[in-house]
């Protein structure tokens, strides 16, 4: 048996290259140089980078927080005081949004996670489409996650979200 050592070299190659793309891919997504700011759920204290639109107003997670920080679909939500400000429905993973949807009383920006915000670049159909799914799927989970806690109202309240996301994509 003779084993092919530029084989080896070049899978130990690439795997390098994946280990490095994984590692800055977080910086690289969130812009600023690699400086991205963490914030913090201030009731479960999961962590996470919100996009710039958000803005500053405090900003609570709703979904998983696996290893302290928010991962999987979900809502990240501003609040000032008891009011409800913008929300981002989509994805994240190790508390860095990959895609989705931040919901603007006038309109949604759609689209993956680039310098730092959520569509903040031109967006081709495909990327506002897969945006507008995975919010979708968002809005569908915190809908049964309020529907679970008995927070009927909430529940309802997502469940028409979810319905108007479902709205903006393209069906056949």
Not at 13 to 39: D, P, T, Y
Not at 96 to 118: C, H, K, N, T, W
Not at 123 to 130: K, L, R, S
Request: hydrophobic share 40%; glycine share 12%.
């Amino acid at each position: 048996m003779r084993l092919n050592l530029n084989g080896l070299r070049a899978g130990r190659c690439a795997a390098a290259a994946a280990v490095l793309a994984i590692s800055f891919g977080a910086a690289l997504a969130a812009g600023k140089g690699g400086q991205a700011e963490w914030q913090q759920d201030p009731s479960t204290g999961c962590r996470f980078i919100a996009p710039t639109s958000l803005t500053t107003a405090p900003t609570y997670w709703t979904g998983a927080c696996v290893s302290g920080k928010a991962s999987g679909l979900g809502m990240l939500r501003t609040r000032v005081g008891a009011k409800a400000g913008i929300a981002f429905y989509g994805e994240l993973r190790d508390g860095v949004p990959l895609i989705g949807a931040v919901d603007f009383e006038s309109g949604y920006q759609v689209g993956r996670f680039v310098d730092g915000d959520i569509g903040a670049h031109n967006t081709e159909w495909q990327e506002q489409h897969d945006g507008f799914e995975a919010a979708l799927r968002a809005a569908r989970m915190v809908s049964k996650h309020y529907s679970n806690a008995g927070n009927t109202a909430s529940a309802r309240y997502y469940d028409r979200v979810a319905k108007q996301l479902d709205k903006q994509l393209d069906r056949d």
